[in-house]
């Protein structure tokens, strides 16, 4: 008995190890290069919508393409009830600097097309270019 708990604790050590230095579960660090999906038309849009459009909240998608030290990735963002995504297309412009947390719902393939939830999306540093980076007191 004494020998399945060391194998086993051996087994559990080694499995922890082997995760901590995983190279694809880093975050991911990089700038945003492209918005797309209906949220992010519908935030651009300036004028009111058409009396003809109507945008179901299940119906909304949102996407980002970021430009990191790794190359070129290209994520659908699922939408998360705590960080809605109108929310996140209204925050975000290219330009800006995004954090992704790869937790256990980021799926990433090697091509780095994949999909992650709303809440992981954090951001880390506006465009100095853009509008709403600068503020109405600035």
């Known amino acids: ?15 922890a190890l082997g995760f901590t230095g995983c190279d694809e579960c880093k975050d991911l660090d990089g700038i945003v290069v492209e918005e797309f999906g209906t949220a992010a038309r519908l935030v651009e849009s300036k004028g009111p919508l058409s009396k003809d459009v109507l945008i179901k909240s299940e119906d909304l998608t949102y ?6 030290a790794d190359g070129t990735y290209t994520l659908d963002i699922d939408n998360y009830h705590k960080k ?55």
């Open 1 to 15: 008995m004494k020998m399945y708990k060391k194998i086993l604790g051996a087994s559990a050590v080694a499995l």
């Open 63 to 68: 996407g980002l393409v970021l430009e990191t």
């Open 84 to 138: 809605p995504i109108l929310a996140l297309a209204k925050a975000i412009e290219p330009g800006d600097r995004v954090l992704i947390d790869r937790d256990v719902s980021t799926r990433i393939d090697r091509d780095k097309v994949g999909t992650t939830d709303s809440d992981t999306v954090e951001i880390i540093e506006k465009n100095s270019n853009s509008l709403s980076s600068q503020g109405p007191y600035q």
